[in-house]
């Protein structure tokens, strides 16, 4: 057992500085793409720049959570901060738009490390009773990094250089690994075990079937083309192999026997299907906001602030509940309040204020809070201490899945929507040949936007109006089924003496 004693505050605030830089990462860069593809060109390639990192991330996961269930958390962490520090440096170093992509990659692979394994060694680290107020704290920096994210990327962009969003990450690191390097002293119990080889390799080989075919779809080849049923079928094999792999392994990357416990499964379930809701808002609200009721195209960071400030609120209140409350009492609430604001977002038009578009992200802010603090606690909660790190990394994949299916899911439900409208709308009215209806973005330039007809620009708002708000009606749908499980998540608390009958419980 650990006999030295870790100064607490030092370790927590490295672990905030891993979840901050690792979850800030995309929203930072998305901000300053246009310059990036101004100064490198390659705009038929830019989204790889994304994609690298999200799948490198993805893949990474559950696998480092494993490793560090194996091998231990903290060297695994410091892995994840020089990996991520060293991929920084490379991007600020890149002179094409794939070398960029190639070294977003290696950052994603150390992302993969950081935010999974800074929650286990919280939980690790801290005692029963603090868990709670704490696990506020890391859901609130979680939360929060959303709206750093395009604030930071946006000032660097406009007063430095585009480099900088990349270099800022350095001296974030370099405290983080000292923090963590030299104040933490890890349990030397760790569980020897064989690496799952065969796991691994479909596991990343799956995945990035998967997230390829998602993120290039309907985007740079089309759904029905080779290259893109290709890869659903590689992600589908290879998911049929993972499963009989995992079933057969002594040591399973991602332990099935973990499903087992009810408190674990829901809190996946839960964190898949809110996800998918909450970002489905986060994307186009801002398109929204300056599409159809003509708001500055100010960064996303600005339009999104009442949203993430909900969040803070109810990321901060669940994790100072947790003692107190069962998660259920928690997560039934709060999935309620997603649901009714994504309801009250269904009744935007055209003549929506802006002031009443934020009181109703302040509701879906609120009612995703919880999640980001409460589930990685339930996840964790009745797991042998040995298995916290999969545990933690099992959930943080399935939750980045989540975002990335409603963005796809409900992107090409919105697409569809207004490309419809438009061409019952227009009949034959000729549009300007830049205009690109199947991305919505395209049609928030200010420069393009007033070469449109005042007519036609007010059939294009109507489109999106209405288009989007369908969009949202769906979006309700994975919103109420995540409320449903939350009802399945039984009695558990975060209660150091709390009896779990029944539950796949340390020791068993």
């Not at 195209?297 to 107190?324: E, I, R, Y």
């Not at 935007?348 to 002031?355: A, D, I, K």
């Not at 919505?440 to 489109?463: F, G």
Request: charged residues 15%; contains cysteine.
């Amino acid at each position: 057992m650990q006999k030295k004693k870790n100064n607490l505050g030092i370790v927590l605030a490295g672990l905030l500085l891993g979840i901050l830089m690792a979850s800030m990462d995309n929203t930072i860069v998305a901000t300053a793409m246009g310059d990036i593809v101004g100064k490198l060109g390659g705009l038929d390639k830019f989204v790889w720049v994304t994609s690298a990192y999200m799948v490198a991330e993805m893949a990474g996961m559950p696998i480092f959570g494993k490793l560090s269930d194996m091998y231990g958390r903290k060297r695994f962490f410091i892995f994840g901060i020089l990996v991520f520090m060293l991929g920084s440096i490379l991007c600020g170093t890149a002179t094409s738009i794939v070398e960029l992509s190639i070294y977003r990659a290696i950052q994603g692979i150390g992302g993969g490390a950081l935010v999974p394994i800074a929650f286990t060694i919280m939980f690790d680290a801290v005692p029963v009773e603090s868990r709670g107020k704490l696990g506020g704290l890391f859901g609130a920096v979680f939360g929060m990094s959303s709206i750093f994210g395009p604030l930071l990327g946006a000032y660097l962009t406009e007063y430095a250089r585009w480099e900088w969003i990349f270099y800022i990450n350095l001296p974030l690191g370099l405290i983080a690994f000292v923090f963590i390097a030299f104040f933490y002293h890890e349990s030397r119990e760790h569980s020897k075990q064989q690496i799952d080889w065969a796991g691994a390799i479909t596991l990343i080989g799956g995945v990035v079937c998967l997230m390829f075919a998602l993120e290039l779809g309907g985007k740079k080849y089309a759904w029905d083309s080779w290259q893109i049923l290709g890869l659903f079928a590689g992600f589908a094999v290879l998911a049929i192999v993972f499963l009989i792999a995992e079933s057969k392994a002594k040591e399973p990357i991602i332990s099935f026997k973990m499903f087992k416990s009810r408190i674990y499964w829901s809190s996946n379930v839960i964190g898949i299907l809110s996800s998918a809701a909450f970002i489905t808002a986060s994307v186009y609200i801002p398109i929204f906001i300056q599409g159809v009721l003509g708001g500055k195209p100010t960064n996303s960071g600005l339009v999104l602030l009442p949203m993430m400030l909900g969040s803070v609120v109810t990321a901060t209140m669940g994790g100072f509940l947790m003692n107190k409350l069962k998660y259920r009492t928690i997560m039934i609430p709060t999935l309620a309040l997603l649901i009714v604001g994504m309801g009250l977002l269904t009744t935007l038009n055209e003549n929506s204020t802006l002031w009443t578009l934020r009181f109703f992200m302040i509701l879906v802010g609120l009612g995703i809070g919880a999640s980001f603090s409460v589930l990685s606690n339930a996840a964790i909660h009745s797991v042998k201490p040995q298995d916290r790190g999969s545990a933690s990394s099992t959930l943080n994949f399935l939750r980045s899945l989540g975002m990335t299916l409603g963005i796809t899911v409900f992107g090409i439900i919105q697409s569809h929507l207004f490309t419809n409208k438009m061409a019952a709308s227009l009949g034959g009215a000729q549009l300007p040949k830049e205009l690109d209806l199947k991305d919505p973005h395209a049609l928030l330039s200010p420069e393009l936007r007033q070469h449109i007809p005042q007519q036609i620009l007010e059939t294009i708002s109507s489109a999106m109006s209405s288009s989007i708000v369908q969009t949202f009606i769906w979006a309700i749908l994975p919103a109420a089924l995540a409320l449903v499980a939350a009802f399945f998540m039984g009695r558990d608390k975060l209660d150091p003496h709390a009896h779990m009958e029944g539950e796949y419980q340390a020791g068993h």
